[in-house]
């Protein structure tokens, strides 16, 4: 979505995968998102052209899943910070991601697994 050539059907298709009450979470900034305000947010910097990447920013380094939840681990290939995010799951859709924040090195930081599992342990069955 964030790449130069992305047009306002792929932030459709992105924001497809959420639930109507999606909320984003995010735990560094203290942040509650709804799905409303992130949408209008992503068209308008779309428009702005603030998305103007011409390479992928991360790469996956892990995925866990659980039955109602899983947790990506990313490299953000610029920064070298290692991010992780939960997404709950809903059937099909998306209702409630949230991201844990990230740590300045490239190596994976220890206990990161051990804290995403805890983490989908502790996930409500939606």
Known sequence: MML??????????????????????????GGLYPRASLYEKSLRNMQAGHFNMSAD????????????????????????????????LKGDKVPRSSSTGSKPTIKRPAGLISQCRATLQQCRPV
């Open 4 to 29: 130069k050539e992305a047009k306002p059907n792929d932030i459709d298709t992105l924001f497809s995968m959420y639930t109507d009450d999606f909320v984003y979470i995010h735990d560094v900034y």
């Open 57 to 88: 920013r991360c790469k996956i380094l892990n995925i866990m899943t659980s039955l109602n939840a899983a947790a990506v681990e990313r490299l953000e290939i610029n920064s070298g910070q290692v991010h992780l995010s939960i997404f709950e």
